[in-house]
């Protein structure tokens, strides 16, 4: 039987990443030589990271769980690879790979540590902040631009971080999105 026929079989003839039915291809999962059914425009964001739809990859909420150990390692790598969004590092930490199979998922470099020069967020406490991460604030402050005080104790969930400045995150304070420095904040 040939691969292509072995994989429709496997898949259903549907992508294992996001279930679409048109333009499949046989997508090799490297270094290995194990592949996977995909459709043109799953390979097209994997192989093409600057193109990336994010809303796209969260069909991985239910591939992720695939037995089969190649749809596994390409749902942990673009996971880990939009992990800033937060959504998607609430289902990696779902996740289990066993060691083998998170071995190969890291063996092209993802999910390294970029560089020391990397911009790390921590609140007062010197916590570190990832995105997605719920903060309390620890004092009264005046939102620039508006008569708005954001209270003490106020919870601001689903932060999102500033790339260039380790002292900025923004989230929603009610319904208003503002910057916050994170010297008054505390991670819940």
Not at 151 to 167: F, H, P
């Amino acid at each position: 039987m040939s691969l292509t026929k072995e994989l429709e079989k496997r898949s259903g003839a549907k992508c294992e990443l996001c279930g679409a039915t048109e333009d499949l291809n046989v997508f090799e999962v490297a270094p290995s030589k194990e592949s996977i059914a995909a459709c043109k425009v799953c390979i097209d964001q994997i192989e093409n990271p600057d193109t990336v739809d994010v809303n796209h990859w969260r069909c991985l909420n239910d591939s992720m769980w695939s037995e089969v150990p190649a749809v596994q390692v390409v749902a942990w790598r673009m996971l880990t690879q939009l992990r800033a969004e937060g959504w998607p590092q609430d289902l990696l930490d779902m996740m289990y790979l066993d060691e083998e199979t998170l071995e190969w998922a890291k063996a092209t470099g993802i999910g390294e540590e970029e560089d020391e020069n990397k911009v790390v967020h921590r609140d007062v406490n010197g916590v570190v902040l990832q995105a997605g991460d719920s903060v309390v604030l620890i004092k009264d402050l005046k939102v620039k631009g508006s008569s708005m005080v954001a209270k003490q104790g106020t919870a601001v969930r689903r932060i999102s971080l500033d790339r260039d400045n380790e002292k900025y995150i923004e989230g929603k304070v009610g319904p208003t999105q503002i910057v916050i420095i994170t010297d008054y904040v505390k991670k819940i």
